[in-house]
Nanobody
Framework: QVQLVESGGGLVQPGGSLRLSCAAS????????MSWYRQGPGNQRDLVGA?????????NYAPSVEGRFTISKDNAKNTVYLQMNSLKPEDTAVYYC?????????????WGQGTQVTVSS
């Protein structure tokens, strides 16, 4: 069982920056991949980006955030971050952290509770 706790959301003006944190209850080196998703009002939950911790440390991002958002990790703190720069009103959403972990070849998926990000002047 993996518990995820997000933090760092809030209100920011267009063009501003925020850094979201996702703290895991287990050592993140045991996790296959950690991802950020977001869900805006009336929208489905969409992938923002992912870091493949046990997959060569590669990252990928949705085209809408490529070049503006960066995912990183701190093994000592068992935490993954989402640095968001040049924020736009359309980035307004609840942001969720997701972890995928293989145990005996079975994939388990875990979600955090979400943190609200509002981009508005």
């Amino acid at each position: 069982q993996v518990q995820l706790v997000e933090s760092g959301g809030g209100l920011v003006q267009p063009g501003g920056s925020l850094r979201l944190s996702c703290a895991a209850s287990v050592t993140i080196s045991s996790i296959y991949a950690m991802s950020w998703y977001r869900q805006g009002p009336g929208n489905q939950r969409d992938l923002v980006g992912a870091i493949f911790i046990r997959g060569g440390m590669s990252t990928n991002y949705a085209p809408s955030v490529e070049g503006r958002f960066t995912i990183s990790k701190d093994n000592a703190k068992n935490t993954v971050y989402l640095q968001m720069n040049s924020l736009k009103p359309e980035d307004t959403a609840v942001y969720y952290c997701n972890a995928k972990q293989y145990v005996d070849r079975v994939l388990y998926e875990y979600w955090g509770q979400g943190t609200q990000v509002t981009v508005s002047s």
